[in-house]
């Protein structure tokens, strides 16, 4: 399941390498390229439950590859509203191939759609990606 049509993404980001794109009063989350680089294939996915209200920094998903497991974390305070169906077939190795644009990961509400404490706009990610 692609991201709907989007006419202007309002992207996000964490420090730990998660994107957030508010899109009204929901927001869309999902991982970076640069938090999947080296992973070939994803074995599987364990999914938070849905409509848990979460903490900045909790996880809502791992990813398990070979005997690795990567954690990704809820961006804001927020409930989660459902996951991309993707993730849970074959075809969940979506996440590896643009992950910014076709791999989301979850579609959540967030509590305060204002507070952007502790994000990153798109040029502060770039700038830090660059420091690498």
Same mark, same amino acid.
């Not at 459902?82 to 910014?100: A, G, I, M």
């Given at each position: @399941?692609?991201?709907?049509?989007?006419?202007?993404?309002?992207? #996000? /980001?964490?420090h730990d390498h998660? =994107?957030?794109?508010?899109?009204?009063? $929901?927001? #869309?989350?999902?991982?970076?390229?640069f938090k999947l680089?080296? !992973?070939?294939?994803? +074995?599987?996915?364990?999914?938070?439950? %849905?409509?848990? @209200?979460?903490?900045?920094? &909790?996880?809502?998903?791992?990813?398990?590859?070979?005997? /690795?497991? !990567?954690? $990704? +974390? @809820?961006? $804001? &305070?927020?409930?989660?509203?459902?996951?991309?169906?993707?993730?849970?077939? &074959?075809?969940?190795? $979506?996440?590896?191939?643009?992950?910014?644009?076709?791999? =989301?990961? *979850? %579609?959540?509400?967030?509590?305060?759609?204002?507070?952007? *404490?502790? %994000?990153?706009?798109?040029? &502060? #990610?770039? %700038?830090?990606?660059?420091?690498?």
């Open positions: @399941m692609e991201t709907p049509n989007i006419i202007k993404r309002n992207l #996000y /980001y964490t998660e =994107w957030i794109d508010f899109q009204g009063s $929901v927001a #869309y989350v999902g991982v970076c390229s680089s080296g !992973i070939r294939e994803i +074995h599987n996915i364990n999914l938070n439950e %849905l409509s848990n @209200m979460l903490n900045p920094g &909790e996880v809502i998903c791992s990813i398990q590859f070979d005997d /690795y497991l !990567i954690k $990704v +974390h @809820m961006p $804001v &305070e927020g409930k989660i509203i459902s996951f991309n169906d993707l993730l849970l077939t &074959e075809e969940r190795n $979506v996440l590896l191939l643009q992950p910014e644009n076709n791999g =989301w990961i *979850a %579609l959540v509400a967030p509590s305060n759609l204002n507070d952007k *404490a502790g %994000l990153l706009s798109p040029e &502060e #990610y770039q %700038l830090r990606q660059t420091k690498y």
